[in-house]
């Protein structure tokens, strides 16, 4: 029953440990897409007021 328990108890510590590393993943994205927008807001806005102006 022990043995059971341990496999058990193995198992759960394996799937935390995955959670923490698809969160990490999701925020490192997040951080990117927020820097992208950052950077490039100016230049789409210029853009989509060039293509609105000229329609």
């Known amino acids: 029953m ?3 328990i341990a496999k058990f108890q193995s198992k ?3 799937r935390g440990a995955t959670a923490v590393e ?3 993943m999701v925020a490192l994205i ?3 897409i927020i820097v992208a927008v950052a950077l490039l807001g100016g230049n789409l ?3 989509f007021n060039k ?3 000229s329609v």
């Open 2 to 4: 022990t043995k059971y």
């Open 12 to 14: 759960m510590n394996e």
């Open 22 to 24: 698809y969160g990490l």
């Open 30 to 32: 997040a951080i990117v």
């Open 45 to 47: 806005s210029g853009l």
């Open 51 to 53: 293509v609105a102006g």
